[in-house]
């Protein structure tokens, strides 16, 4: 069975940073492409960055430059440093990952971790 448990959300001020980790077990973890989404209140989910197993990442044009993502598959675990928080970055995060991209809501997705940014 797939599992995906984030952490490291939290109450930040506005140009703070926060490190998010997510632990994946039950699959060959540096076999799959890892990403990370936000859903912010009343909004759609939305793509933040990805990571593939080579490496290779991309991010959301919202925020290149102020956040990375990183990979260990020593420890199944995929982070995403979030730096210069906004109050726009306020959302749950997700991770998830899945045979296909972008991850199918039947896919593999965590239970979310809050990030809130005040002002």
């Known amino acids: 069975q797939v599992r995906l448990v984030e952490s490291g959300g939290g109450l930040v001020q506005a140009g703070g940073s926060l490190r998010l980790s997510c632990v994946a077990s039950?699959?060959?973890?540096?076999?799959?492409?890892m990403g990370w989404f936000r859903q912010a209140p009343g909004k759609e989910r939305e793509f933040v960055a990805r990571?593939?197993?080579?490496?290779?990442?991309w991010y959301a044009d919202s925020v290149k430059g102020r956040f990375s993502i990183s990979r260990d598959n020593a420890k199944n675990t995929v982070y995403l440093q979030m730096n210069s928080l906004k109050p726009e970055d306020t959302a749950v995060y997700y991770c998830?990952?899945?045979?296909?991209?972008?991850?199918?809501?039947?896919?593999?997705w965590g239970q979310g971790t809050q990030v809130t940014v005040s002002s």
């Open positions: 998830a990952t899945g045979a296909s991209w972008p991850p199918a809501q039947s896919d593999y």
């Open positions: 039950g699959l060959t973890f540096s076999m799959y492409l």
């Open positions: 990571i593939r197993s080579s490496g290779s990442t």
